[in-house]
């Protein structure tokens, strides 16, 4: 009886353990592999060395060479994503951005914008949410965010993908164009090629334009391009390295184009080491709990129901002990008298 209750402990164990390893392959993994409600805030810079730009100082319109650094700050809304209801409920995050575009010789401000969005958890995608916005010219502007735009989804995949871009307020695809190093971590490559694409602008903002840079038009537009490349960690989804090469244009109806923006921004190496080590801590603890522990639960559990059937068996296969004060019969004891 000892032997089968040890037996049977440790086969009891033994299963404990198989369903504690199933339980973090398909229950706490999948929980990991979403964007946590206490994510910390991230700073991206990308600069752009000898670029051309549309400045304006005090009203005055000119277009400067020189340097830019843009910074990019993601703010997880932590008391906003708790406010969230509906089909929101949970399945998405708010997050507050901003951007300042600035020249690094004289820090003046060139450009800025300020939003807010929901994020799926998982797809990492933008949804619809009604307090969205957008905030580029010093008001806040109802926009209807959708596809990629900080973030790429857990177990990224190679295929096109939708990336939002801010300047045409719309989406455009991103393909898949190949597997790359990005120190150590094996990243996709997902390129977004935009080409001269007109900018929907208030005809007072080009009109403005138009009185100092093309003087004796009295119309036009501003077309844009963009060449651009992102290098995604395929496990998380997140952004490794990005690469913006941007030109505006204001063609008017009479005389030669003027260029507005002319700019190849690039993660600097600073960035790109933060959001490689980012990327890796979470990859650590997605194999930790989704692969290695549950392996170890694994052979420790096969081991101890093995144990335990083997006790089992060796218990029920061993005889009972005889009683120690048994009267043997000999051929010594007298016989028993006949009647």
């Known amino acids: 009886m000892k032997h089968r209750a040890i ?23 999948p929980a990991m ?38 910074t990019v700050r993601v703010s997880p809304d932590a008391k906003t994503t708790g406010e969230l209801s509906g089909d929101l409920d949970g399945k998405a995050v708010v997050w507050q951005v901003g951007q300042t575009v600035e020249r690094t010789d004289s820090k003046e401000l060139v450009s800025a914008y300020g939003l807010a969005l929901a994020l799926d958890r998982v797809a990492g995608s933008a949804l619809d949410w009604n307090n969205q916005y957008l905030d580029d010219t010093g008001t806040r502007e109802k926009v209807q965010f959708s596809g990629q735009m900080y973030k790429f989804p857990f177990g990224a995949e ?15 695809p991103a393909e898949f164009k190949g597997t ?35 003087p004796g038009a009295t119309s036009g537009k501003v077309v844009y391009s963009n060449n651009r490349t992102v290098w995604i960690d395929p496990v998380t ?3 490794l390295k990005v690469r913006e090469v941007q030109r505006k244009t204001l063609v008017p109806d009479v005389g030669a184009p003027a260029t507005l923006l002319d700019a190849d921004f690039s993660y600097n190496e600073e960035t790109v080491a933060a959001s490689v080590k980012r990327a890796e801590d979470s990859r650590q603890k997605l194999t930790l709990l989704g692969v290695w522990v549950p392996i170890g639960l694994v052979l420790l559990g096969l081991i101890l129901a093995a144990a335990g059937v083997l006790v089992a068996r060796r218990g029920a296969a061993k005889p009972d002990a005889e009683p120690r004060h048994r009267a043997d019969v000999t051929a010594e004891q007298p016989a028993v008298p006949g009647r």
């Open 7 to 29: 037996g049977a402990v440790l086969f009891g164990s033994g299963i404990l353990l198989l369903a504690l390893a199933a339980g973090l392959v398909f229950v706490v993994k």
């Open 33 to 70: 592999s979403k964007l946590p409600y206490d994510l910390e805030a991230s700073t991206s810079v990308a600069e752009a060395r000898g670029a051309t730009f549309l400045q304006i100082t005090n009203g005055n319109i000119a277009i400067n060479r020189a340097d830019l650094k843009s």
């Open 158 to 172: 190679k295929k096109t993908y939708q990336i939002y871009d801010r300047d045409l307020r719309g989406v455009r």
């Open 180 to 214: 790359e190093d990005i120190k150590g971590i094996e990243s996709y490559r997902y390129e977004q090629v935009i080409t001269d694409e007109q900018l929907n602008l208030a005809e007072e903002r080009v009109k403005l334009l138009l009185g100092t840079l093309a």
């Open 237 to 239: 989804g997140s952004f």
